[in-house]
């Protein structure tokens, strides 16, 4: 027998509370019951589209049906209405970054275990089918411990024009994909693993807050990941790169099957030198299909609907939830340790907790 579908309410309907929206409403474990925003414009839009657009936040949280409410509104406000939803008796789902400062998010979960609500902040890239690829090269150990990963996001816009190019609201890349970017390597390489962080800003089209950034986090069992993001780059690189003992792997788009070349033969007896333009040379001499094998990994398969399946599970009592109160606060100090970072231009240490 089913479980009753549990009722969901977004606050903020713009471009995620529509993106969540649009999942509620073809979810097999819940329900959307309506929308808050408030610019009426907004509010029309869902109503036009056969949403219930609650009047005010206090008619959203008076409505006694609604269990959860996904909170889609921007970074700088993220507290106040989160706080609200909790001890309003309603589980809460909040999107990335979770919060600015670490005290904040501190305040949040303890109004959460005060309370005995669930709460989470939406890391839906954990379902990313090109992150997965990795993550399962490095969980096999199919090439051996690897050395380290460069994930890479490179697009040629710009920093978004709206409340993302405005420091007050919480915005800049670092913020906006730099948590996502970041989650995804500690994922890989684990929470309580990272060592220190170190970060160089962007500020090439806005000068108020970062249009991208660059990233090395350095983990306790020596590893190394580079987690980088751009908005002014007119030829992108591969978002994925990993070296490891036994051989090379390279994603170069999501949509593509991950490249192998692995060592099956480190010495050859005879290694010809190769001529490049300043002379020979032996150490970059290219190598051959006796020592090594080539091969593609096939995409995985992903449904990032899971995210909010957990989550409910969870609710429930029926599973732990993925995404722990210690994984935020170490996706944040991180987060913090980089901006940090940046502005020092020192190696920041960080005490990741799982």
């Known amino acids: 027998m089913s479980l009753k579908k549990m009722k969901t309410a ?45 009047a005010s936040y206090d008619e959203l949280l008076g409505d006694r049906s609604v269990e959860l409410v996904t909170v889609a509104v921007p970074n700088d406000v993220h507290e106040e209405v989160v706080v609200r939803a909790l001890r309003a008796g309603k589980n809460v789902i909040c999107e990335k970054p979770v919060a600015l400062t670490l005290d904040s998010l501190d305040r949040m979960i303890a109004v959460a275990q005060e309370t005995g609500m669930h709460f989470s902040t939406h890391q839906n890239r954990r379902w990313d089918v090109d992150y997965l690829a990795m993550k399962q090269i490095y969980d096999s150990g199919m090439l051996g ?124 007896n005879e290694v010809l030198p190769v001529q490049l333009a300043a002379g020979l040379t032996k150490t970059m001499a290219p190598r051959d299909e006796l020592t090594t094998k080539s091969y593609t990994v096939p995409r995985p398969t992903a449904d990032v609907h899971d995210y909010y399946r957990n989550f409910i599970a969870s609710v429930r009592g029926q599973t732990p939830q993925l995404v722990t109160y210690g994984q935020m606060r170490t996706d944040l100090k991180v987060m913090l340790a980089a901006f940090e970072s940046a502005e020092t231009g020192r190696f920041v240490p960080v005490r990741g907790e799982e």
């Not at 959307?32 to 925003?37: H, M, R, T, V």
């Not at 500690?186 to 800003?201: D, K, M, W």
């Not at 036994?246 to 010495?267: I, M």
Request: charged residues 25%; aromatic residues 12%.
């Open 10 to 54: 977004i606050v903020g309907y713009g471009g995620m509370g529509g993106w969540h929206a649009e999942r509620l409403q073809k979810s097999d474990v819940a329900e959307l019951a309506g929308i808050y925003d408030i610019r009426a414009e907004r509010s029309e839009l869902a109503r036009s589209r056969g949403i219930r657009a609650y």
């Open 145 to 268: 411990k690897v050395i380290n990963i460069e994930s890479r996001i490179h697009g040629s816009r710009g920093i978004p024009s709206d409340w993302r190019g405005e420091k007050k609201y919480g915005g800049g890349m670092l913020y906006d994909w730099g948590i996502h970017l970041i989650d995804q390597m500690l994922c890989i390489f684990g929470f309580a693993n990272i060592e220190s962080v170190f970060c160089t800003l962007d500020h090439i089209t806005n000068q108020e807050v970062d249009d991208g950034f660059r990233i090395l986090l350095r983990f306790r069992s020596g590893q190394l990941a580079v987690v980088e993001m751009g908005t002014y780059n007119f030829i992108a690189m591969p978002r994925f790169y990993l070296r490891a003992e036994k051989g090379t792997a390279l994603l170069r788009d999501w949509r593509e099957e991950t490249q192998v070349v692995e060592c099956t033969h480190w010495h050859e």
